[in-house]
C-alpha cells in the first residue's frame, strides 16, 4: 500500500503536465507530494520505521497503512491542489494594482517589520552559528525565549507588535516579483523586498528551525511558476546569480542542523533526514488509526480568534492533548493530517471542501488572464496550505495566520473601487497608443 501515493501523485503531475503542457502551479503542487511520497516509500523499506529518534509517532511502529486512509490522504490532498489547475501562467497578460497607495503603504509596513527584524535577530545571528544547533533546539522546546525575543520585550508596544506579526514580510517575495518583472521596476529599488522577504528564517535560526527556511525555498518556486511569463531574462540572470550562493548556504545550514540533532540516532543524519521528508504518509495512517474521534480542538484552524476570545493557541494545548490522545501529535502529517486531528474525518472532508471552494472564489474562473496584486497576494496566502502542507498546516499560530489575514484584507479591498490610489496603467496604455 506504501507504493500508492507515490503511483498516484506521480500520474496526477503527468496529468496536469499533459493536460495544460507547461509546468503550472498544480504540477509543481503535485510534484512535491510525489517527492515526499517517494520518501515515503525508501522510509518504509529501508526499515527506518523500527529506528528510535525519528519523526514517525512511535518506536517500531509497523503501519498498517489502510485503504481507507491512502484513499483518504490521496483525494483530499487532490481536493486542495484541483482549484490551482484554473490558473494557467503562461497566459497571464496582465496583473493589475487596484489600489496602488493602498500596496505602497502595506508594502512599507513589511519593509518596516523586516527592518525591525533585522535589527534585533542580526546580532545575534552570529554567535548562534558557532553553537550548538542541538542544544538550541532543546532550549526551544523547553520554553527558553531567544536573544532577539529578550530584546523585543524591552522595546515599545508597537515594535513588539510588529515583531510578533513580522512573518507577514514573507508577503514581500510576491510584491518583490510583481514591482520586478510586471511594473519592471529597477532591480535597486526592489531588491530591498526580496532581502525583507527572508526575515521569518533569520527567526527560524535562532531555534535552530529548518522549517522555515524550507517554507520560503517551497515558495519562492511558487512565485517563479505563477510569474513565469513575467520574468525577464534580466530577472532570470539576476535571481540565478543571487540564488545559488543563497541555497549552498541554506543547504549547509540545514544538513548542519540536520546532522547536530541526529548524529547519534540508530539511522544517522541521512536516515533522520529521509524521515523528515517522507513521513506525513505515514504519521496521516497512524493518525486516522489512533485519533480518539471524541476530541475536537481547533486552535489550529482559527489561531487568532482562539488567542483573543480563549488566550491560548495550538503551541499552548499541544502537551495536554499529547496527553490525551497517548501519542505525540507534534509531527508531519500533512495539513490533511493537521485538520484530521484537530477535526475527526468529517471534519477534515468538510475543511478541505471549504478551502477548495474559498480558492476557486478567489481564482474566479478557469482560464483568467488578468489578475489584480491582491489577487495574487491572496492566492500565494492560500497556495502555501497545500504547498507547505508536505509537512504539516501552515496557519496554526497568530503570528502565521496573520498573513492570510492580511493578504484578505488587501483582496477584500481591491473590490471595492476607492477614489484615490486607483490602477490608472490602463488609461495611461490607451492614452499612448492613441
Avoid at 553553537?131 to 508597537?158: Q, R, V
Avoid at 532591480?187 to 527556511?213: C, H, N, Q, V, Y
Avoid at 545559488?244 to 536516515?271: C, H, K, Q, W
Avoid at 517522507?278 to 496521516?284: C, D, E, K, P, T
Wanted: aromatic share 18%; charged share 15%; net charge negative.
Amino acid at each position: 500500500m506504501h507504493f500508492v501515493p507515490l503511483v498516484y501523485f506521480a500520474g496526477l503531475t503527468y496529468y496536469f503536465w499533459q493536460k495544460h503542457r507547461t509546468y503550472d502551479v498544480a504540477t509543481y503542487m503535485s510534484m512535491l507530494y510525489t517527492i515526499t511520497s517517494l520518501c515515503s516509500v525508501l522510509m518504509v523499506m529501508g526499515g527506518f520505521l523500527n529506528q528510535q529518534g525519528g519523526g514517525v509517532l512511535v518506536d517500531g511502529y509497523e503501519p498498517e497503512l489502510g485503504v481507507v486512509p491512502t484513499v483518504l490522504y490521496c483525494g483530499l490532498i487532490t481536493l486542495t491542489i484541483v482549484p490551482f489547475s484554473f490558473i494557467r501562467p503562461e497566459k497571464l497578460e496582465r496583473i493589475s494594482n487596484v489600489h496602488r497607495y493602498l500596496i505602497y503603504a502595506f508594502t512599507l509596513l513589511i519593509v518596516l517589520q523586516g527592518i525591525i527584524m533585522y535589527y534585533l535577530v542580526g546580532g545575534s545571528i552570529s554567535d548562534l552559528l558557532h553553537g550548538d544547533f542541538k542544544f538550541l533546539k532543546e532550549s526551544h522546546y523547553a520554553g527558553n525565549i531567544s536573544p532577539a525575543d529578550a530584546k523585543m520585550l524591552t522595546m515599545p508596544m508597537p515594535i513588539q507588535f510588529m515583531y510578533l506579526l513580522s512573518f507577514m514580510t514573507l508577503l514581500a517575495l510576491p510584491l518583490f516579483f510583481y514591482y520586478t518583472c510586471v511594473e519592471k521596476r529597477s532591480l535597486w529599488k526592489t531588491f530591498p523586498l526580496l532581502a525583507i522577504s527572508i526575515s521569518p528564517i533569520l527567526r527560524g535560526i535562532l531555534m535552530a528551525d529548518r522549517t522555515e527556511i524550507i517554507h520560503y525555498g517551497l515558495m519562492f518556486f511558487f512565485c517563479l511558476v505563477f510569474f513565469q511569463k513575467f520574468i525577464t531574462h534580466r530577472v532570470r540572470n539576476f535571481l540565478l546569480v543571487v540564488s545559488l550562493p543563497v541555497l549552498a548556504v541554506g543547504m549547509t545550514y540545514i544538513i548542519a542542523v540536520s546532522s547536530s540533532r541526529f548524529e547519534n540516532e540508530d539511522e544517522g543524519a541521512s536516515g533522520s533526514m529521509l524521515e523528515y521528508a517522507g513521513q506525513s504518509y505515514v504519521n496521516f495512517c497512524y493518525f486516522y488509526d489512533n485519533h480518539n474521534p471524541n476530541l475536537y480542538y481547533l486552535e489550529r484552524e482559527f489561531p487568532v480568534t482562539s488567542y483573543f476570545v480563549y488566550k491560548n493557541q495550538y503551541v499552548d494545548t499541544k502537551d495536554e492533548r499529547t496527553a490525551r490522545e497517548g501519542f505525540f501529535i507534534g509531527v508531519f502529517a500533512s495539513h490533511i493530517g493537521s485538520w484530521l486531528l484537530d477535526t475527526g474525518v468529517v471534519g477534515a472532508i468538510l475543511i478541505s471542501l471549504l478551502f477548495a471552494f474559498l480558492c476557486c472564489l478567489v481564482i474566479n474562473r478557469y482560464n483568467r488572464t488578468e489578475f489584480d496584486i491582491s489577487d495574487v497576494l491572496m492566492l500565494f496566502a492560500l497556495g502555501a496550505v497545500p504547498t507547505f502542507g508536505i509537512f504539516y498546516y501552515r496557519y496554526y499560530t497568530v503570528a502565521t495566520a496573520f498573513v492570510y489575514v492580511a493578504a484578505g484584507i488587501l483582496y477584500l479591498c481591491s473590490k471595492f473601487i476607492f477614489v484615490w490610489g486607483t490602477d490608472d496603467t490602463e488609461e495611461k496604455e490607451k492614452t499612448e497608443t492613441a
